[in-house]
């Protein structure tokens, strides 16, 4: 018998609660306690225990390892807060615009520290291949964040190297946290690439998803429309539609968000006209489909009970607002 | 036979030489370089080396966590480069000026990051218990740092509040590396505990003795003078004028670096003067005599070869710029 997704998101929300922050320096451990408690979806350290009991594993063992991640999820939050100036995360106060930057800075750094400290608990003969996945992952989330910081001045962003990047800034942590997952639980090397290659792709649909819902989301559910198109992010639309278009397209794609003539409703409406004449929107469902697909099929191969894959097809669907 | 420091620095600096340093995405990785090879001392790592030479430890074996806490180093000034808005680090402009913060902010996380990955290729069997260590020490540099922030806007910092602040901020790494070089040799706890003593010590004296110089140094032997005066911040001579001032004296302490009509001469001399009123510089200079005495005391008591033991002295007799 292995848990429910639910019962696993309880027992890491649990687990959550008992961790211990040291209450001095206050302005260093106050924002890592704010920032820890603000909700999120737990995505990542659900998928690490999730995995970890598909193969065998305790969720005892692995809780550590899951701390660790979401820790160093929230780390990356708190830092990237402070270089895009976001003033709210999850509805909130960012720690920047609660803090200031250098708590901010500061507060990240010993969060990061915290998430080793985590990972130090897990079982010593696993520790170095964990860690080696763990610094690995880590890196591919730093450099995926540069990589989407030199897009924002980049003059030509390929469709490859846009994957590229949200291969390291988006999938780079699932990936991680379900390989360490299955190596704690003692899994084939074969199984533990194949778990790589799941968890990579699903991010991968996940974050094409939430670009596409950018443009094409439903504003009936919430979903704020355009915020991409103002900012003038790449995004896997814009790169496809900038290498679809005339030169003509292209200009007003490049120089639609600037261009103070025009309201945003007026922007948005111009960028999307240009989407919908190149079909940017068929191309990404399709991309979305693909990878999602892939990502499926790899579950089917891996050593593991049916009660294990049926658990991470869950996870997958449920990642991707979907019911079945 | 074991090496003599400066084989030490030399081998040191040859690894240092051979790290390997993605080039991709650029903006991350050049300024870890660039911060790297811009020189230093290499005090913490060549303290760890020598600590583990002396416990019967091999350098080869101690150079992967010789070289974490060299770039963990590195990853504390760049980050503080931004706290403190420094536009120049050992004469070369600093990497937060060269290419702005978000850089710096980022690269640091990698080189941070990278620390960990130097540290996780030593001897599998010691990884656990040197992680905790080094987890520790980094911890504790960070709320060294976040201390030394809030005093700048404290109304009144004690003695004892501020010895525990460079106790962190100036001692832990010193304490950290002389401890992970002894566990790596495979010391006893009982000799690990006496090694963080000595170093701690050492730190201290070594802080309190920069923090004299700033009002007492030769100026002809290019030190520049009074730079901690004018920027209004926390030493030892200060907060121990503090302590012994008259509440007019405080007043003129407290307001001196504000004071418009004043100038930066007339700032210093008006500070050192009550300095010398209040007799700190003796003070200081006890209290640095004090923890060095005490440093080099526990050395006696360490299980480690006389060999050893000469080299640890002449470590800390190099640090403080003593000959004997």
């Known amino acids: 018998m292995i848990h429910t997704n639910d019962q696993i998101l309880e027992l890491f929300e649990a687990a959550l609660g008992q961790m211990q922050t040291p209450e001095e320096p206050e302005l260093l451990y106050a924002p890592i306690i704010y920032s820890m408690s603000g909700g999120g979806k737990r995505l990542r350290p659900v998928l690490l225990l999730i995995t970890t009991e598909a193969f065998g594993g305790s969720i005892e063992e692995a809780m550590p390892a899951a ?25 909130k106060p960012s720690v920047f615009a609660k803090w200031g930057g250098n708590v901010a800075l500061l507060s990240g750094d010993a969060m990061l520290i915290t998430a080793y400290k985590h990972l130090a608990r897990i079982a ?18 730093c450099e995926g964040q540069q990589y989407d910081m030199d897009f924002e001045t980049k003059e030509k962003v ?36 194949k778990v790589y290659r799941f968890a990579t792709e699903l991010g991968l649909a996940f974050q094409l998803q939430d ?8 504003e ?15 995004t896997y639309l814009m790169v496809q539609a900038m290498s679809r ?23 948005i409406a111009t960028v999307k006209e240009i989407y919908n004449r190149l079909d ?21 191969t891996l050593s593991i009970g ?17 019911k079945k």
């Open 245 to 267: 278009a005339t030169n003509e397209e292209r200009e007003i794609l490049r120089t639609t968000h600037t261009n103070a003539a025009l309201s945003d409703m007026e922007k």
């Open 220 to 234: 009936a559910l919430g979903k704020k429309i355009g915020g991409d198109i103002l900012e003038g992010k790449q």
């Open 124 to 141: 010593p003969d696993r520790l170095p291949r964990v860690m080696q996945l763990f610094n690995d992952m880590a890196l591919e989330v």
């Open 280 to 300: 940017v929107k068929r191309a990404t469902e399709q991309q979305i489909e693909l990878r999602f697909e892939r990502a499926l099929a790899v579950l089917d």
């Open 67 to 91: 701390m660790a991640v979401e820790v160093f999820h929230n780390f990356t939050l708190l830092h990237d807060d402070i270089m895009d100036n976001a003033a709210v995360r999850r509805g």
């Open 158 to 193: 390929s469709v490859v190297e846009y994957i590229q990047m949200i291969e390291r800034k988006t999938s780079a942590l699932l990936s991680g946290s379900a390989t360490i997952g299955a190596t704690l639980a003692g899994a084939s090397e074969d199984d533990i690439k």
């Open 211 to 218: 670009d596409m819902l950018d443009s094409y989301g439903d």
């Open 306 to 322: 049916s009660e294990g894959a049926v658990r991470l097809v869950e996870f997958a669907r449920n990642l991707m607002g979907r």
